[in-house]
């Protein structure tokens, strides 16, 4: 069956945007068909390697950026005209309303979404899913101003918390519906809203089967924890690394492991060498997901110190914390954000304070020493993982909603019309 839905990303598949891989996956274990469109390709080794299992056919958007190309323009150039032609009104009045805004790229975005419009009507898909509020949601406006497409947004902590709250607000209000990624979202998102779009949260699930407890949880002498997560400031390894460095000083036993890559990588290794944690905590840039479950089943504790960081960059609810808290690991986080959704202190794990070394030194110390508590606390997390986080029932909400999206408006009968007029003249 042709697919009635296009999906919208910026970049598409990306390493770091695992949720939206999954995500794709589920929906189309569960059914549904859908066609992938990306304003541009991964850079070179940043394809997410579980793409491979996605059916969904993708086509890469033509782009002028990052780099100029001509045959990129030339097709930008002619659907532009094409669409002139079609209908010149709609085509001005569109363009009229783009130049008025004060974005970044918007020239290329203009292009694009003219090009995404007419590609949208030849392939007969009638609405639009875009991840992201900024560029994508962006063109997902645009396309609609050109076509009429109807479109539906999920949005995400990073994109959101920004000063240009009317461009959101504007492209929430001509949106079918909002999925965000945690109830902290949500309730920001209502706030700004001068429109009855609605808003449902839709948490980034995980596939429980896959991330499942060991049997039996290998017992080691010395205790081992993980951490992972891009090395930016928001994941705050550097108050890891102190944490890690104030056990060292008390004499507390520990093999440390930090998975990951980013910009901040020989910054962190810069800083195990100061502190003098070589031989006590490995960082590790390069792992497959099913080397990292080999991890899971071996670990003592797994710690991230997430933080809102000085720039304003702040996530969701991390989902390296719903992995391990699904294999039962016990998990030290912080108190901000939608973590605490996901988290509730000595319940199914232990949240601290942003940016507190020594607060985190003492969660962790408190959790070695303590094996019972630890047990008791990990399995409360992949309870709740299950009760909550599960991709299935997560992704199924969204399904719905997306069918809800093409499906034709209900016509009523006679009577039911009758009923709705002598309810609006008993309101009025």
Known sequence: MRPLIGLLLETYPTVSETFIVNEILELER???????????PPFEGDSHPDAVNIKAPITYVPSLLPEFDRAAEKELVSTQLALFEQDSDVYLETLKHHLKRDQHQRLNEFLQAGY???????????????HFA????????????????????SVHTKDIYIKDTASLN???????????????????????????????VAYHGIDVDRFNPPPKRQQSDIP??????YLCEDNGFQYLLETFHLLKQE???FQGIIFGDGPLENSIRQQINHLGLNGHVTLVSHISQEQLIDYYQKATLFVLPYLVSDSGNRDGIPHVLLEAMAMEIPVVSTSILGISELMHSYYNGVLVPEKDSLSLAKAL????EQPELSSTLGKAGRLTVLDKFSLASNVGALKDNLIKAVQPP???TNQENTLANLLKLAAS
């Not at 995404?116 to 875009?130: E, N, P, R, V």
């Not at 929430?172 to 609605?198: G, Q, V, W």
């Not at 081992?224 to 997560?229: H, N």
């Not at 110390?365 to 070695?368: I, N």
């Open 30 to 40: 569960q059914g549904l068909d859908l066609h992938i469109f990306s304003l541009r």
């Open 116 to 130: 995404l419009a007419q590609l949208l009507k030849d392939l007969g898909i009638i609405h639009l899913h875009a």
């Open 134 to 153: 900024d560029i994508p949601a962006a063109t997902a406006e645009i396309v609609k101003a050109f076509s009429g497409i109807s479109y539906s947004l």
């Open 170 to 200: 504007r492209r929430m209000a001509k949106a079918n519906f909002i999925c965000t990624c945690s109830e902290y979202n949500r309730c920001y998102l209502d706030r700004i809203s001068t429109s009855h779009t609605p808003i449902h």
């Open 224 to 229: 081992l924890i993980l951490s992972a997560g």
């Open 251 to 253: 004499g507390t036993s």
């Open 365 to 368: 110390e408190t959790l070695m």
């Open 410 to 412: 209900m016509r009523l």
